[in-house]
């Protein structure tokens, strides 16, 4: 199998202002997060596997690079259990199947999850070289992903896997039209059906994810794991001010399940996760929402229809 040629350039400066980073600014969440698959599960990963799907205009044909920030496993950014000793991939599907195989959007690395065609694969222990700088990814042809009709693109999957060792890799991604200089692509968006992440070490810092609610969700489940009881999670959307989901301690999968109003439908919903005082250090959490029927719900990296805010016209009328 021929695969895509791989570029690597290093920088130092901060990110660009015209930068489309994964998570996004307005997730306001430090790092995606990956541990080997030796690591206790109490550290935050549950599955020690992650999969980002980036979505791509169906009219946009340039090549795109995907950049990832910190890729190794070692040293300022990432964390450490005895001794650096962990490995981690991270490949690339496109092809039909990429995305629409069943397994491809679940939130366990079983089954056919790697489906497509691989495009790109490399791995990282630790490496000073890629410490606390960038790695590009590229370049792709966006038409080699999967085209979606219902997102009107193309779709390219990415899988973060731990391959040994037991230390927890912190990364990011930003989606670019160059392989030299972080430069955004109109239109282009990413998402997730679970989020694996790090949570700030500040107090009262909030984080957020975005999960697109459709004209056929009645009810959504949301799952949390391993969150240390480290504040509070609370659903904002159009139709509600704030209300309140259960929260995990540690090593444990809890679920909140919440109705939908008419009015949030084909809206995004806003899942915010509230540190509290004291704040608990290094806390990792894995996040997901299912609807009623047991689907995935998508966390678009940019919302869809935009950041949710509670209309007070709308939300007088209901009761949280």
Same mark, same amino acid.
């Given at each position: 199998?021929?695969?895509?040629?791989?570029?690597?350039?290093?920088?130092?400066?901060?990110?660009?202002?015209?930068?489309?980073?994964?998570?996004?600014?307005?997730?306001?969440?430090?790092?995606?997060?990956?541990?080997?698959?030796?690591?206790?599960? /109490?550290?935050?990963?549950?599955?020690?596997?992650?999969?980002?799907?980036?979505?791509?205009?169906?009219?946009?044909?340039?090549?795109?690079?995907?950049?990832?920030?910190?890729?190794?496993?070692?040293?300022?950014?990432?964390?450490?259990?005895?001794?650096?000793?962990?490995?981690?991939?991270?490949?690339?599907?496109? =092809?039909?199947?990429?995305?629409?195989?069943?397994?491809?959007?679940?939130?366990?690395?079983? =089954?056919?999850?790697?489906?497509?065609?691989?495009?790109?694969?490399?791995?990282?222990?630790?490496?000073?070289?890629?410490?606390?700088?960038?790695?590009?990814?590229?370049?792709?042809?966006?038409?080699?992903?999967?085209?979606?009709?219902?997102?009107?693109?193309?779709?390219?999957?990415?899988?973060?896997?731990?391959?040994?060792?037991?230390? =927890?890799?912190?990364?990011?991604?930003? +989606?670019?039209?160059?392989? /030299?200089? $972080?430069?955004?692509?109109?239109?282009?968006?990413?998402?997730?059906?679970?989020?694996?992440?790090? +949570?700030?070490?500040?107090?009262?810092?909030?984080?957020?994810?975005?999960?697109?609610?459709?004209?056929?969700?009645?009810?959504? $489940?949301? &799952?949390?794991?391993?969150?240390?009881?480290?504040?509070?999670?609370?659903?904002? &959307?159009?139709?509600?001010? =704030?209300?309140? &989901?259960?929260?995990?301690?540690?090593?444990?999968?809890?679920?909140?399940?919440? $109705?939908?109003?008419?009015?949030?439908?084909?809206?995004?919903?806003?899942?915010?996760?509230?540190? $509290?005082?004291?704040?608990?250090?290094?806390?990792?959490?894995?996040?997901?929402?299912?609807?009623?029927?047991?689907?995935?719900?998508?966390?678009?990296? /940019?919302?869809?229809?935009?950041?949710?805010?509670?209309?007070?016209?709308?939300?007088?009328?209901?009761?949280?």
């Amino acid at each position: 199998m021929k695969i895509r040629i791989i570029y690597f350039f290093f920088f130092l400066f901060p990110v660009l202002a015209n930068a489309q980073p994964v998570p996004n600014i307005e997730e306001n969440i430090p790092y995606l997060m990956t541990f080997g698959p030796l690591a206790e599960t /109490s550290w935050g990963d549950d599955d020690f596997s992650q999969t980002f799907f980036f979505l791509f205009p169906k009219d946009y044909e340039k090549p795109v690079f995907i950049w990832v920030f910190d890729p190794d496993v070692g040293g300022k950014v990432d964390e450490l259990a005895t001794a650096w000793d962990t490995r981690v991939s991270y490949s690339f599907y496109g =092809g039909a199947g990429c995305w629409s195989d069943e397994d491809a959007q679940g939130t366990d690395p079983v =089954g056919n999850y790697r489906s497509g065609n691989l495009l790109a694969t490399k791995s990282f222990g630790q490496n000073a070289r890629y410490d606390n700088n960038w790695y590009v990814f590229g370049p792709f042809n966006p038409t080699e992903g999967e085209y979606v009709e219902r997102y009107e693109g193309n779709v390219i999957k990415v899988i973060i896997e731990g391959l040994e060792g037991d230390d =927890g890799n912190m990364y990011r991604f930003f +989606m670019s039209t160059s392989p /030299s200089e $972080r430069i955004s692509i109109e239109g282009a968006n990413a998402f997730a059906y679970e989020y694996s992440f790090r +949570m700030h070490n500040v107090a009262e810092q909030v984080s957020h994810i975005y999960p697109f609610v459709d004209d056929q969700t009645i009810s959504v $489940r949301l &799952s949390n794991f391993d969150w240390d009881s480290d504040g509070y999670i609370r659903l904002v &959307s159009v139709a509600r001010k =704030g209300q309140l &989901s259960r929260v995990s301690t540690e090593d444990e999968w809890i679920e909140t399940e919440f $109705r939908m109003y008419e009015e949030e439908k084909n809206t995004s919903l806003d899942i915010q996760f509230i540190k $509290r005082k004291p704040a608990i250090r290094n806390n990792n959490v894995v996040i997901y929402v299912k609807n009623q029927y047991g689907r995935n719900l998508e966390f678009f990296t /940019s919302p869809i229809g935009g950041v949710p805010k509670y209309k007070y016209s709308i939300g007088v009328k209901q009761k949280n």
